[in-house]
């Protein structure tokens, strides 16, 4: 028999029944979706030392088993990606997967070019409670990563001298970031336990680290090195911190004094003007460049080469 509304009471059971059982088929699918992600980036009271833990699509970390530790590292991270991704945009900070690991025993930080599409970054502490040791280190291997990024690096695996001191400058220049936004972190919440805010230790640790370069002079202001002279530089800037301790030091003093913008291309384009001898072809950049003030300044990063015409 037909209803008012042209449906039968069977009809409507049915279609009560129906509701009823997608109605439970969607409780079932949340839960059960909450359970896959759970099982994928475990909480931090079930993870495990070396379960990976996701940040965003392209980041994610290693635990280190201890839930403070995880939190002073993921803490750090987000302030330093958001720096980042001030200068670099979205795109680029986020352009390769890449994963954040602790060694203890390791020899030191370095970053590991798995392929085009996946990058590992290797922290070298003993405990991520040194919070100005976890953002220098790792400030200094983000910026490797923004190199990468860069068509021109994945083609010719680089001039290790001007990266080198890039990295370490923007690391230090990333720490005076923290110390002056310290608020912004959220590990600034502790310091209702301490009798000063720990931004001061962050601020002393740049000076420290500053001193130590004190005594030097660019090279830049020196006499000329050989195209081999420059060619050592380049293979061991990455361990041999102090031969480009000035360097570091100028580049520094340069970077907390430029904006954003002017600081994006120095990592962006620095590649598109190295040569095959291996160093960068600071002339030609300046001529090019969006800010040639600026890349002349940063061309004292660079020795005097003697490049003799065949
Ligand atoms: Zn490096």
Known sequence: MLHKGGVTFESRLATKFFSTCLALMIAFSVVAFTHASESKTPTPLDRKEGDEVKLNDAWSYLSTGNKDQDKYLESLFIFLHKEFESIFGTDVVNGIKCTIYNDKDAESPFIHYVSDKELKIRLHLSSTIYWCQVVFQLAHEMTH????????????????????????????????????????????????????????????????????????????????????????????????????????????????????????????????????????????????????????????IQPNIVRTVP
């Open 145 to 300: 990563y923004i190199f990468c990024q860069t068509y021109e690096y994945k083609k010719l695996f680089g001039s290790k001298w001007n990266e080198e001191i890039v990295c370490e400058a923007m690391a230090l220049y990333m720490l005076k970031q923290l110390a002056d936004k310290w608020k912004e972190c959220t590990l600034s919440a502790y310091d209702r336990a301490r009798r000063t805010p720990y931004s001061s230790s962050i601020y002393t640790y740049v000076a420290d680290e500053r001193k130590k370069g004190a005594d030097y002079v660019l090279k830049s202001s020196q006499a000329p090195i050989t195209l081999s002279e420059f060619a050592e530089f380049n293979k061991t800037s990455g361990s041999d911190r102090e031969n480009h301790r000035a360097e570091t030091n100028y580049l520094y003093d340069l970077l907390i004094t430029w904006e954003k913008e002017q600081i994006k291309p120095i990592i962006l384009e620095m590649y598109q003007y190295l040569k095959e001898d291996c160093y960068i072809d600071y002339e030609t950049w300046i001529c090019e460049a969006k800010y040639p003030d600026v890349i002349e300044k940063l061309s004292k």
